[in-house]
T-cell receptor, first 113, second 107 residues
Framework: DAGVTQSPTHLIKTRGQQVTLRCSPISGHKSVSWYQQVLGQGPQFIFQYYEKEERGRGNFPDRFSARQFPNYSSELNVNALLLGDSALYLC????????????FGPGTRLTVT | GIQVEQSPPDLILQEGANSTLRCNFSDSVNNLQWFHQNPWGQLINLFYIPSGTKQNGRLSATTVATERYSLLYISSSQTTDSGVYFCAVNRDDKIIFGKGTRLHILP
């Protein structure tokens, strides 16, 4: 079975623009979570979705939003990009409604100039 | 919020050596996980260990929840063990990662 997939792999945007990142979970997994990893730091939890509902949210501004589709894939949207949004964005999926035993995708590296 | 501290921040070892990585957390947690991030950025779940000891090949982990720490042991290190090891704790529908231990295994 395919693992968690994310697109695009790399992305360069300008300050003030908007970006959409995409994630497809492992087949059968109903929970998707998003993380931001700034260089040299551990991942920071942004959102968790289960069965298309938001189940958890980290300390991120309202510029960050997400949704989960009926096929359990997910999108992360970031509006009004700042230089500080430059990071590796990781998506993870799990079977149950939890943040346990997650499987991570390869990430999308976002650079804001 | 909960603080997660990992030590040491960096570790350089010769191939074949053993190592112990530590994770301290500041409050009670629902769960604790260890991850390995390889040099290409891929994050792999190593252990899901709220308490007790688990072993998987050359790796083992012990969590003492009452004393708020966990240890990851790597025996007979190989160059493929290089990367960053993260500890992450779960609490109140959130997950908090430490800053990681960067491990370099020299051939």
């Amino acid at each position: 079975d395919a693992g968690v997939t994310q697109s695009p792999t790399h992305l360069i945007k300008t300050r003030g623009q908007q970006v959409t990142l995409r994630c497809s979970p492992i087949s059968g997994h109903k929970s998707v979570s998003w993380y931001q990893q700034v260089l040299g730091q551990g991942p920071q939890f942004i959102f968790q979705y289960y069965e298309k509902e938001e189940r958890g949210r980290g300390n991120f501004p309202d510029r960050f939003s997400a949704r989960q589709f009926p096929n359990y894939s997910s999108e992360l949207n970031v509006n009004a990009l700042l230089l500080g949004d430059s990071a590796l964005y990781l998506c993870a999926s799990s079977l149950a409604d939890s943040l346990y035993e997650q499987y991570f995708g390869p990430g999308t590296r976002l650079t804001v100039t | 919020g909960i603080q997660v501290e990992q030590s040491p921040p960096d570790l350089i070892l010769q191939e074949g050596a053993n190592s112990t990585l530590r994770c301290n957390f500041s409050d009670s947690v629902n769960n604790l996980q260890w991850f390995h991030q390889n040099p290409w950025g891929q994050l792999i779940n190593l252990f899901y260990i709220p308490s007790g000891t688990k072993q998987n090949g050359r790796l083992s982990a012990t969590t003492v929840a009452t004393e708020r720490y966990s240890l990851l042991y790597i025996s007979s290190s190989q160059t493929t063990d290089s990367g960053v090891y993260f500890c992450a704790v779960n609490r109140d529908d959130k997950i908090i990662f430490g800053k990681g231990t960067r491990l370099h295994i020299l051939p």
